[in-house]
């Protein structure tokens, strides 16, 4: 995991949240982060995850229920 992330993960406390989603939302988080080609579009990215991360009911802009 990129150090930036970590420290975003852990400065808002969601690294819990993000350990409790599945591995394969894991990866797609980082993947579709990490493949961004402009600063904004990953801080964008960035955004939505901690905030999909906060409110618990969202992946990638889809619903989503945790196990």
């Not at 394969?24 to 955004?47: C, F, H, M, S, V």
């Not at 999909?52 to 802009?61: A, I, K, N, P, V």
């Amino acid at each position: 995991m990129p150090e930036d992330i970590e420290e975003r993960l852990v400065k808002e406390n969601l690294m819990d949240a993000y350990r409790r989603r599945p591995p394969y939302q894991q990866n797609d988080y980082l993947g579709w982060i990490l493949k961004a080609k402009r600063p904004e579009t990953r801080e964008k990215r960035i955004a939505q995850m901690l905030e999909e991360l906060r409110s618990g009911d969202r992946y990638m802009g889809m619903s989503y229920r945790a196990r």
